[in-house]
């Protein structure tokens, strides 16, 4: 298919009961390009939280698509982001992932940058017999055009062009809310982070979070395993959910708009969240309805690059395309600030037990992407079948259930678990065309 004919490429139409996406969006180089200019530079992006960078100068480093930047508390304890590219010849001026520094030096020819993004030394300047236009210029790190937080949540972008960061979150915050409102004094990652590669396309981990169809079948180890567990063999302390109860739980998608989505599911064993003991304090504080959600299993995609998962334990995984065929990872756990030591420990241990790079899950994923990234090559079967699972629910949907949280969805569906619906991509692929198509207008 031409790129030039973007809208082509999804075709949309759930009153037919179709939703197609076209095998092209996957492998095709010139979309990726299009993708990295027209979504990921022009959106606001997830960096970090406020609370990984509390002190003056402390620092990040994270990308917005293929952008390096460097997230930092400056000396008057203003959060700002800067492309960490260095001004003289673009080395990568900070190479650390995080810690303390109140001035970052590049390791080429030693300029020297401020917690602030100035430039405040250039080596050997007055030796240098630059001339007065050299003086004239600019020469401290390129601000990320605008940053802001949600709930201690640090978002970026790279075009001062967006609306409001509260206005693109849109309805996802109250997801965001239901993640960062889980302890009074707010929530942290917990040291260290999982970080890997797949070669595969971005797009396939998106989708992923939110495809509760593939969970039997791509991790039908883990759901045997946890089957033994439930008889009391194994790793019992482990165990996390009982497949049987599973089946029929009452669960459902949400579009909601901008591009973001939710799955969730009725968690039918409380007892095994990480929140449950905190429970009575944190019902009395956020109410009896976000605590009730609280404990559902929830995978959210805030558009473009963040899932934020709930259904073992709270955690965050960014997103980074690298090449049309190579995306990276990260996940970060979330935990209370303040957290009693022996709750940390057990979550951690329900996060490594599915979802690290070494778990019972993330490896199983991985490999489908890989293969499906080569298979996506060959030719024949243009469109893909995988986004009208569920599609014929969307009428009735869970419209009412929207009304109850406050929330105004795009579009919802809901049923038994085993509908196992595909829905909630729509959201994700609708923003993805509307902001192609308006790229590729620009160009
Ligand atoms: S590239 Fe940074 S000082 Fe030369
Ligand atoms: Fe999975």
Request: a neutral charge; aromatic letters at 10%.
């Amino acid at each position: 298919m031409d790129p030039r004919h973007v809208k082509l490429y999804i075709d949309d139409r759930p009153a037919d009961g179709v939703f197609r996406v076209h095998r092209d969006v996957y492998t095709d180089p010139v979309l990726f390009e299009l993708e990295m200019k027209s979504i990921f530079e022009r959106c606001w992006n997830y960096l970090a939280l406020e609370s990984e960078i509390r002190n003056t100068h402390d620092f990040v480093t994270r990308h917005i698509g293929r952008t390096p930047v460097i997230v930092s508390r400056d000396a008057k304890g203003q959060i700002g982001g800067f492309v960490n590219a260095c001004r003289h010849k673009g080395a990568t001026v900070c190479r650390m992932e995080q810690g303390n520094a109140r001035y970052h030096v590049c390791p080429y020819h030693g300029w020297a940058y401020d917690s602030a993004g100035k430039n405040v030394d250039i080596k050997d300047r007055k030796s240098g017999c630059y001339a007065a236009a050299f003086d004239a210029e600019g020469h401290d790190l390129i601000p990320v055009a605008r940053i802001a937080s949600y709930k201690g949540m640090i978002f970026g972008s790279l075009s001062a062009n967006v609306p409001e960061l509260e206005e693109h979150l849109g309805e996802i915050k109250f997801f965001l809310d239901l993640h960062m409102e889980q302890a009074p004094q707010g929530m942290e990652v917990i040291p260290g982070r999982a970080w890997y590669a797949y070669r595969g396309n971005w797009k396939m981990q998106v989708e992923n979070g939110n495809d509760p169809y593939h969970e039997t079948s791509t991790h039908g180890c883990f759901v045997a395993i946890q089957e033994r567990r439930v008889k009391g063999q194994g790793n019992v302390e482990g165990r996390q959910v009982d497949w049987k109860k599973r089946a029929a739980a009452d669960s459902g998608t949400f579009d909601l708009g901008n591009g973001h989505s939710s799955v969730w599911i009725n968690c039918l064993e409380p007892e095994k969240r990480s929140l449950y003991p905190l429970l009575d304090a944190v019902r009395a504080r956020v109410g009896s309805l976000k605590a009730e959600w609280m404990l559902k299993q929830r995978n959210a995609v805030c558009f473009p690059n963040l899932q934020i998962a709930d259904h073992v334990v709270p955690q965050l995984r960014t997103i980074r395309p690298i090449a049309v065929d190579l995306t990276e990872l990260r996940s970060y756990v979330l935990a209370p600030i303040g957290e009693p030591p022996e709750s940390r420990a057990a979550r951690l241990r329900q996060f490594e037990d599915f979802i690290n790079p070494c778990g019972f899950a993330t490896p199983d994923d991985i490999t489908m992407f890989n293969e499906s990234q080569q298979n996506l090559r060959t030719s024949g079967g243009e469109w893909l079948q995988a986004h009208e699972r569920g599609i014929a629910a969307l009428p009735a949907g869970s419209r009412g259930l929207a009304g109850e949280l406050g929330i105004r969805p795009v579009a919802a569906v809901r049923g038994e678990f085993e509908m196992q619906p595909e829905t909630a991509t729509h959201a994700f692929f609708r923003e993805w065309s509307r902001r192609m198509q308006a790229g590729l207008s620009d160009i």
